[in-house]
């Protein structure tokens, strides 16, 4: 029997905790996956008091009979991933070359592209995306104009092709008139990541996947970021440069629809953002600052503060049906453990109008909310869903009747062990 890909994605804003289930995951599947984004993502895994943040590397890598793999749909700066490579070796993970493979289809991120994202950025001024500065855009952007330098180009006439790539951002830098850098010593460090990640197997991953899938392997799809920053479904232009929606999942590993198996949507009780755009649920006051601390909402790659709020029905329900989700998950309930009320946002209103559906732009629309009593009691130490407080086990209805997909797994801490299955 054919294996299948299941795909693991965020359906908010990002940050919603897949590092944390992808690992909880892994044992299940014989491949994790990565298919779009790059350093821009950062996800925690703590288990047995360590804590690591992958950026670039599958959540799988902790797993040593799991092969990770980068796809072609990712973008990837060597010196972040020796960076983060090198953390894992020293910290005794010292085969992940055998089990870690990297597409050669997948795209470079130059350290001029981090410059072009600074000077895009600074260009915008109160416009700005509010982006994670690692070069994402510019370099999804070169790829899209055929310009850009992929993985397996580091084997093949590499340094005429950097040599020329980099002169070309440097003439945009200086028609910006961005000219205030100093390129030296971050190109030094560049160069000997892209030495590094020489040493790793670069592969043409869309081949070895489906091999692995017809040979009965099942694959999970490690997403990154969330729906909502989809460059297509998004709320554009505050989004990020890649599919990080299902289709996503074929375009960036190079497989058929229809091995796709069962897509989790991944979601915290409550929401949060980071950097600009438009967010009807956020909250301004001190409940939302009290969300922030409880939830210790600070962004993984920037340390930025995360926009907080309520949970958003109107964004669920898109994001569910832009993805096809069969089954939920959602993380962080212990977050929301001390609040006398819960606020549900059903709706978006404007000028007398009100929706259910995601409007074009939501900018300028505001949340309409249902008031549910909360829980009252510490979720954390609960293992088995029979011991929910009432009034738990009254949200976790009231979303799975308003969203009509089941939640399977509930996350009540950041452990591997503070999450609940629940019965199918
Ligand atoms: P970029 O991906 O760095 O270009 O940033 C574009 C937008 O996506 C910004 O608002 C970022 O804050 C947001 N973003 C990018 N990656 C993540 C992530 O992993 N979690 C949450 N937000 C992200």
Redesign the pocket.
């Given at each position: 029997m054919n294996g299948k890909v299941d795909a693991l994605l965020?359906i908010v804003?990002?940050?919603e905790g897949k590092g944390k289930v992808v690992d909880f995951f892994t044992p299940r599947y014989g491949v994790v996956a990565r298919f779009a984004?790059g350093p821009?993502?950062?996800h925690t895994i703590i288990f047995d008091g360590h804590k690591f943040v992958l950026r670039s590397i599958p959540s799988g890598i902790f797993n040593e009979n799991t092969l990770n793999i980068i796809g072609n749909g990712c973008v990837l700066a060597p010196d972040l991933f020796m960076d983060e490579a090198l953390e894992l070796e020293n910290a005794g993970y010292t085969s992940i070359r055998e089990r870690l493979h990297i597409s050669r289809r997948a795209h470079l991120i130059l350290p001029t592209h981090r410059l072009l994202?600074r000077a895009y950025e600074a260009m915008k001024g109160k416009d700005k995306?509010?982006?994670?500065?690692?070069?994402?855009?510019p370099t999804y952007s070169d790829k899209a104009a055929r310009v850009g330098l992929r993985v397996g180009d580091i084997l093949d006439g590499f340094e005429e092709k950097y040599a020329r790539l980099k002169a070309r951002h440097e003439q945009t830098l200086h028609d910006l008139g961005f000219t205030d850098y100093d390129l030296s010593s971050v190109e030094a460090h560049w160069l000997e990541g892209v030495e590094y990640m020489r040493r790793f197997q670069l592969t043409d991953a869309e081949n070895e996947i489906n091999t692995l899938l017809d040979e009965g392997k099942s694959v999970l799809a490690e997403g990154?970021?969330?729906s909502l920053?989809d460059i297509d479904h998004g709320t554009y232009p505050?989004?990020?440069?890649?599919s990080t929606t299902i289709g996503g999942v074929c375009t960036g590993l190079g497989i058929a629809p229809q091995r796709i198996g069962r897509v989790f949507g991944i979601f915290k009780a409550y929401s949060t953002?980071?950097?600009?755009?438009p967010f009807p649920v956020e909250l301004f006051d001190a409940t939302g600052d009290r969300i922030r601390e409880l939830g210790h909402e600070y962004?993984?790659?920037?340390g930025?503060n995360?926009r907080c709020g309520w949970i958003d029905l109107v964004a669920l329900r898109y994001a569910i049906m832009i993805n096809g989700v069969t089954d939920l998950v959602m993380m962080k309930s212990d977050v929301l453990d001390g609040f006398d009320t819960i606020r549900i946002c059903t709706a978006y209103q404007k000028d007398g109008m009100l929706t259910r559906e995601m409007p074009y732009n939501t900018e300028g629309w505001a949340a309409v909310y249902d008031d549910v009593p909360g829980w009252k009691a510490p979720l954390s130490s609960i293992r088995d869903e029979k011991d929910f407080p009432p009034a738990f086990s009254s949200y976790i209805s009231r979303l799975e009747n308003e969203l009509c997909v089941p939640i399977r797994i509930i996350s009540v801490g950041p452990d591997r062990d503070e999450t609940i299955i629940r019965s199918e």
């Open positions: 965020g804003f990002g940050d984004g821009n993502a950062g994202d995306v509010g982006t994670t500065g690692k070069g994402i855009g990154a970021q969330g920053l505050f989004v990020s440069s890649s953002r980071v950097g600009s755009g962004g993984a790659v920037t930025r995360r």
